[in-house]
């Protein structure tokens, strides 16, 4: 997982948030779910590993998905808060307990309703996007209400326009 940032440039943020909406659209369809991608209309510049970013997001998507019930809601969303991108995956199913969120990303936690590899998968996301800078939190609104993981990260800095490298 190191070498995750060997492959790093600044990258929009839209287009990763783009690609791994498309890849979990076909699961929250098939799990009749409705899953909502809003964007700001200007680039969100990161500095990051494109494809190492974009795993991030569709394990989030994922663990939101298996936790939503069929006709439930599912929310990819960015923007810009504090010199940060934020991204926030909010989902209508389970929510997350305060005890649930303190273990969530701890593979060595045992949690009730997440099993070892979800678990595996969460402590993952930490680590990646520990690397790239940023940080990841869990919240929730109540059992059974709702549920969200919030994801930021540095905003790039840089001189003049830049033009989206992604695709090429």
């Not at 969530?104 to 590899?117: A, K, V």
């Not at 680590?127 to 800078?133: A, E, I, N, Y």
Request: hydrophobic share 35%; net charge positive.
């Amino acid at each position: 997982m190191s070498d995750i940032l060997a492959d790093a440039t600044e990258l929009d943020l839209r287009d990763v948030l783009s690609e791994a909406y498309a890849t979990a659209k076909r699961a929250c369809m098939d799990r009749r779910q409705r899953l909502i991608l809003t964007v700001p209309r200007n680039p969100v510049w990161v500095n990051g590993d494109f494809a190492s970013l974009r795993q991030v997001i569709e394990d989030l998507l994922e663990s939101a998905s298996k936790h939503t019930e069929p006709g439930g809601r599912i929310r990819l969303s960015l923007k810009e808060v504090s010199g940060r991108a934020a991204v926030q995956v909010t989902h209508s199913g389970i929510a997350l307990t305060p005890r649930m969120i303190t273990k969530l990303f701890s593979c060595s936690n045992q949690l009730h309703g997440f099993p070892p590899g979800e678990r595996r998968r969460l402590n993952r996301v930490r680590r990646c996007v520990d690397l790239h800078g940023g940080s990841i939190e869990a919240g929730g609104k109540g059992p059974r209400r709702s549920a969200h993981f919030t994801l930021r990260l540095p905003l790039a800095v840089h001189e003049g326009p830049l033009q989206p490298r992604h695709g090429e």
